[in-house]
């Protein structure tokens, strides 16, 4: 099984980046056979547009490998921070860019940073707007991780003894339910109901 963590922050040294690699190493600790993160630090993925859909080949180039990456991924992490109670742009970039074929009828979990109480708009505008031609499904649980910078860090003085030992504990079951998640979704995949060249997009 492979599972693939998004840092949804375009941010160098973001919190984000630390909350993904913090589930990443909890993945490659015995949840998952093969993990990938990929980072959109940096905005490595230009806006769309339209020769994308043209196959132009400096688009081809770009996403391929990352395509390649994703499709023969199991099951997602999405890691997005809350920017003015938003998902960020190259996040939301992210799901323009990479679709159905890759992304298709695998579950994903979302776990949402904030730097203070917030947290809960990007759990809602994922779900809302992210899997409708994507198919990506969303398992029920979520996580939101509320003052990042007291928790998960390598030092643990750095770290809130009562929320950062919860944050751990509720990443990893969740982590744990999301392999059930993808177990159960490879045998839909394989069933060959959910391809159909008549009903690419959802309504």
């Not at 744990?176 to 159909?196: F, I």
């Amino acid at each position: 099984m492979k599972i693939t963590v998004i840092n949804g922050s375009h941010r160098e040294n973001s919190q984000s980046l630390k909350v993904a690699t913090y589930i990443q190493s909890v993945l490659d600790s015995g949840i998952s056979e093969q993990s990938w993160l990929f980072s959109l630090k940096a905005n490595p993925l230009p806006l769309w547009d339209e020769g994308v859909w043209d196959g132009e080949p400096k688009w081809k180039d770009l996403l391929s490998p990352i395509k390649a990456q994703l499709a023969s991924s199991d099951a997602f992490v999405v890691v997005s921070p809350e920017w003015h109670g938003q998902v960020p742009a190259g996040l939301k970039n992210f799901f323009l860019l990479f679709g159905k074929n890759e992304l298709g009828h695998k579950p994903a979990l979302i776990v949402s940073v904030s730097s203070g109480d917030g947290g809960a708009y990007p759990v809602a505008e994922l779900r809302m707007s992210s899997y409708k031609n994507s198919r990506i499904c969303y398992i029920p649980d979520h996580v939101i991780v509320r003052h990042v910078e007291k928790v998960l860090n390598n030092n643990g003085e750095d770290n809130d003894t009562r929320s950062d030992p919860y944050i751990r504990e509720r990443l990893q079951w969740s982590l744990n339910v999301l392999k059930q998640y993808a177990l159960a979704l490879k045998q839909v995949r394989e069933s060959g109901v959910t391809h159909s060249d008549k009903f690419k997009n959802g309504m």
